[in-house]
């Protein structure tokens, strides 16, 4: 006796490269949103991370610093600037951790942010200006090379989002 219950050889195939198709198209589209959620993280953690920086300022009355590829690069800290040049201006500063400093920020694999960053500083008053740079600044967060987003930080402290 033959049973006509089950699948033939080409309903199967056909089954199998239906399913082939379907991964080879949702593949890259799952890859590029997960690109994009590591970037999204990693600039939406800049923008924190600044905006702690000016209420720590204004609520402290003293004046912090927000510096890029401290420790190393594709890191970042919230320093406190005690007005000491040898302890603010030390080589080993982003090494040392003095009361009210942030802990280590590190960008997500592959993804990073522009080079030549000024560092942010942020005075009593909530107004920022830039070691090394003017005002607003532009920091650009990438992944492999390409730009997705960008953080501007005005004089005042407001922060806007641009994405590509």
Known sequence: ??????????ELLVAVAL????????????SEG??????????EMIGSQVRQARLKA?????PFRVD????????????????????????DRCTT??????????MP??????DALPTLEVNGRGMYSAIGGAVPVVITIGYGGRTFRSI??????????ETY
């Open 68 to 91: 890029f590829d401290c420790p190393v690069a594709g890191q970042f800290r919230v320093l406190v600037v005690t007005g000491d040049p040898l302890v603010d201006d030390d080589a």
């Open 34 to 43: 997960v690109v994009r959620n590591s970037v999204w993280t990693a600039s």
């Open 152 to 161: 501007t930080v005005s004089a005042t402290g407001q922060i806007s989002f």
């Open 109 to 114: 694999t592959s993804v990073s942010y522009g």
């Open 1 to 10: 006796m033959r049973s006509d219950s089950g699948f033939t050889l080409f």
């Open 19 to 30: 399913i082939a198709i379907l991964s080879a198209v949702s593949l890259p589209v799952l």
């Open 58 to 62: 204004i609520s402290r009355n003293t």
């Open 97 to 106: 951790t003095l009361e009210y400093d942030s802990g280590i920020f590190a």
